[in-house]
């Protein structure tokens, strides 16, 4: 229990800076899942690449907040 939430703050802390970054004007993460929910005109396989790379930290953060409630 203890590794997970070890790893629980590992996954927090990505989420919050690699998640985020760049910060302004806003999150890249937010402005690729908005280009996506627009219809995805004109995106290229390096746009594919980048909203994976800012987006595995929130997919961490997710498993590892499934694998703690599912341990209690």
Avoid: R
Avoid at 47 to 68: A, E, N, Q
């Amino acid at each position: 229990m203890k590794k997970n939430k070890s790893k629980l703050g590992y996954a927090i802390g990505l989420s919050l800076t690699l998640g985020l970054a760049p910060f302004f004007p806003e999150p890249h993460i937010w402005g690729k899942l908005k280009w996506i929910a627009g219809g995805a005109n004109g995106m290229g396989a390096m746009d594919y690449f980048d909203l994976i790379f800012h987006g595995f930290p929130w997919v961490f953060l997710i498993i590892m907040i499934v694998k703690i409630i599912v341990k209690k």
